[in-house]
C-alpha cells in the first residue's frame, strides 16, 4: 500500500484494534510501546507494553513510527513517487498501515503481504516469460537460414537462461556443428569430432528423447569443448532437445556458472518451451534449405543451356521469364551436338501455352521427350509427330509451338534445314543486311491428332546468322504510348542492322531492344537463338611470313 494511505492519519475509532484480525501495536509518540494485541504478541514476542519500539519491533517499524511523529524536511523524489510502509517480520512481508489516535498514540496494523507479493512476483515473472517466448519467436522466424536460427537460439538463450549456451545440430558424419554464446558475446561456431553418447544427456536429446534432469548431470564433467574460454567451473548444466518437424532439429546446453543459482525444475520446463520454439525454427530452416537444394538441381534441368560454337557453327542464345522472380517458364532451347563428328546438330525452340511453374515442367517433359527422339533427328516430321503423340497422351491439356533446325558445317558457310511447328518462322540475316522469312509453317504441337509441318533449307555464307525466336519478343507490348507490339517488322528492322554480327551480339541486342520497348510492363516469356557461320581468315604471306589462321 502506498505511502499517500499510510500517512493520511485514521482516527481509533474507525478501528477496533482490539478484535482486529491483524497484528496492532500501540505505541506513544516516545517509541514507548503502549499496548498490543494478542496477533501481534504471538509475531513478535518481545512486544510487551512500556517495552522500546526500537527494541521489540523491526528497524523499518521503529523508523516509520518515528518518522510519522517527526516527520522531517521531504524530498522532491519524496514527493513524487512515496514508498510504501514495507518491511519483513520473521520471514515474512507485511504492511503498516498507522492510525494516529486521540491521545496521540499510533496503532499500527501490520497485513501480512506475502502471498500477495508472491503472487504478483509470478505474474511478472510469467510476463516477462511470455514476453521472451514472443520476442523468441519472432526473432527465430525471421529467417529460413539454419545457421542464422543456430545463432540467434543459442544468443537468446545465454542472455536470458544462462550464462552460456550450445545450440548443436544433429551430426554430419563424425563432426557436430556447434554455435556457442557467452552472454554478452557473439555467437561462435564450430565443428566437433566427438561422440554425443559420451556426454550424459546429450546423445539422447540429438536423437529426440526427453531431456535428463539438471539434478542427474554432474557439471564437473562437462567437456572442454563444452565449456566456452573463460567461462570458469560450471555450476550446472541443462541438456534439452530442440524438438522438429517428425525429426530432431538438434540440442539446446546451457551453463550456469558456480556462483549462479542452479536452475530449477520451473526453470527446466521454461526451457524447454523455449527449445520447442527454437526447435521448430530450425527444422524449418532446415527443409527450406533441403527444398531449395532440391529445387536447385531440378532448376538446373529446366534451365536453357549456355550456348557456344559446336562443330564449326556459333550459336548464342539469351532467356527471359515473364516475371523477374522466376528463373523458369514456358520458353526453352536446346541445341543436340551430332554424335557423330559432321553430322547435323540438332537445334530446339520452343514455346509452352502459359507462364511459370506449371509451363515449365511441361517445357521439361518436351525436352526430355526430345532428347529421347534425337536418333530421329534428320526426319523433323516424324520428330513432331511422335512428340505430338507424347503431349495428347499426357495429362497435360496445354499446347506448344516448336522449330526444329539441323545445322551443318558445309566448307565456308552452314547448311540448315528448318521446320515449324505452329511457331514463328526463323529469320535469316544476309551479309548486305537483308533479313528473310524461312519459308517453313506447321501446325501446333499437342492440339490436333496430327502435325503437318513444312522443311525449309537455308545456306548460309561466312558471317551471316538465322534467327529462332518466340512471340514473347514480337507481342512484348510497350514503346512510347505503352500499347504498341514490338512486332515482326521492327525486329526486322533492328536485325537488319546485326548484319556481320556475331552470333552473341546479336542475341543481346534482341534481347536489349526488346527490354527497352518493355520498360517495367508486363510481358511473356522471351527467348532467343541465333545460329551463325563464323567467319574465316585465309592465311596470307606478309613479308615471307604466314598471317592469319584459318578457322572452321
Not at 93 to 101: N, Y
Amino acid at each position: 500500500m502506498a505511502s499517500t494511505q499510510a500517512q493520511t492519519p485514521v482516527p481509533a475509532r474507525d478501528f477496533p484494534w482490539g478484535s482486529a484480525p491483524y497484528p496492532v501495536l500501540v505505541a506513544d509518540p516516545r517509541g514507548t510501546l503502549v499496548q498490543r494485541n494478542d496477533i501481534a504478541a504471538a509475531l513478535l514476542p518481545g512486544a510487551e507494553p512500556g517495552a522500546r519500539l526500537d527494541d521489540v519491533a523491526p528497524p523499518w517499524l521503529a523508523a516509520a513510527h518515528h518518522a510519522l511523529l517527526f516527520p522531517g524536511p521531504r524530498r522532491e523524489s519524496d514527493l513524487d513517487a512515496p514508498r510504501p510502509l514495507t518491511g519483513a517480520i520473521d520471514g515474512r512481508h507485511f504492511e503498516a498501515h498507522p492510525s494516529v489516535r486521540d491521545d496521540g498514540t499510533v496503532a499500527w496494523w501490520l497485513v501480512d503481504d506475502t502471498d500477495h507479493r508472491l503472487a504478483r512476483e509470478a505474474l511478472r515473472v510469467e510476463r516477462e516469460r511470455t514476453a521472451f517466448l514472443a520476442k523468441a519467436s519472432n526473432t527465430l522466424l525471421a529467417s529460413l537460414n539454419l545457421g542464422r536460427c543456430m545463432d540467434v537460439t543459442a544468443q537468446l538463450a545465454a542472455e536470458s537462461l544462462a550464462d552460456a549456451a550450445l545450440a548443436i545440430a544433429p551430426s554430419r558424419g563424425k563432426q557436430l556443428p556447434v554455435v556457442t554464446c557467452l552472454r554478452g558475446g557473439m555467437p561462435a561456431k564450430t565443428q566437433e569430432r566427438v561422440n554425443p553418447d559420451d556426454i550424459p544427456g546429450l546423445g539422447e536429446a540429438l536423437r529426440g528423447f526427453p531431456p535428463v534432469p539438471s539434478r542427474w548431470i554432474d557439471p564437473t564433467t562437462a567437456p572442454e569443448w563444452m565449456v566456452p574460454e573463460g567461462f570458469g567451473p560450471v555450476g550446472s548444466v541443462v541438456i534439452t532437445p530442440l524438438p522438429g518437424h517428425g525429426v530432431p532439429a538438434g540440442a539446446l546446453v546451457l551453463l550456469r556458472k558456480v556462483r549462479t543459482a542452479a536452475f530449477t525444475e520451473e526453470e527446466e520446463v521454461f526451457v524447454r518451451l523455449f527449445a520447442a520454439r527454437a526447435g521448430a525454427a530450425m527444422s524449418a530452416a532446415r527443409l527450406y534449405a533441403e527444398q531449395t537444394a532440391i529445387t536447385d538441381v531440378l532448376m538446373q534441368e529446366l534451365l536453357p543451356p549456355t550456348l557456344h560454337r559446336i562443330s564449326g557453327v556459333d550459336f548464342a542464345g539469351r532467356y527471359r521469364p515473364s516475371a523477374d522472380e522466376e528463373r523458369i517458364g514456358g520458353d526453352f532451347y536446346d541445341v543436340h551436338p551430332a554424335a557423330v563428328d559432321g553430322e547435323p546438330s540438332l537445334v530446339t525452340l520452343g514455346d509452352v501455352c502459359g507462364k511459370g511453374l506449371e509451363a515449365a515442367v511441361l517445357t521439361g517433359k518436351i525436352r526430355n521427350t526430345l532428347h529421347a527422339l534425337l536418333p530421329l533427328a534428320d526426319d523433323h516430321q516424324r520428330m513432331l509427330n511422335l512428340l505430338n503423340t507424347a503431349l495428347l497422351n499426357s495429362q497435360h491439356t496445354r499446347f506448344a509451338t516448336l522449330v526444329l533446325a539441323s545445322v551443318a558445317r558445309r566448307d565456308d558457310g552452314v547448311d540448315l534445314r528448318v521446320t515449324s511447328g505452329g511457331h514463328p518462322a526463323p529469320l535469316i540475316i544476309r551479309k548486305d543486311g537483308t533479313v528473310e522469312e524461312t519459308d517453313t509453317r506447321g501446325t501446333l504441337v499437342g492440339a490436333v491428332p496430327h502435325v503437318n509441318a513444312r522443311t525449309a533449307s537455308v545456306s548460309l555464307a561466312e558471317g551471316e546468322s538465322c534467327v529462332l525466336y518466340t512471340d514473347g519478343i514480337t507481342e512484348a507490348k510497350g514503346g512510347p504510348m505503352g500499347d504498341a507490339l514490338f512486332g515482326e517488322e521492327r525486329l526486322k528492322q533492328a536485325l537488319a542492322g546485326c548484319a556481320g554480327m556475331p552470333s552473341e551480339g546479336i542475341a543481346e541486342h534482341v534481347q536489349m531492344l526488346a527490354a527497352q520497348w518493355l520498360g517495367n510492363r508486363r510481358h511473356d516469356d522471351m527467348a532467343v537463338v541465333v545460329i551463325s557461320a563464323p567467319r574465316t581468315r585465309r592465311p596470307s604471306a606478309v613479308n615471307g611470313h604466314i598471317r592469319g589462321t584459318l578457322t572452321g
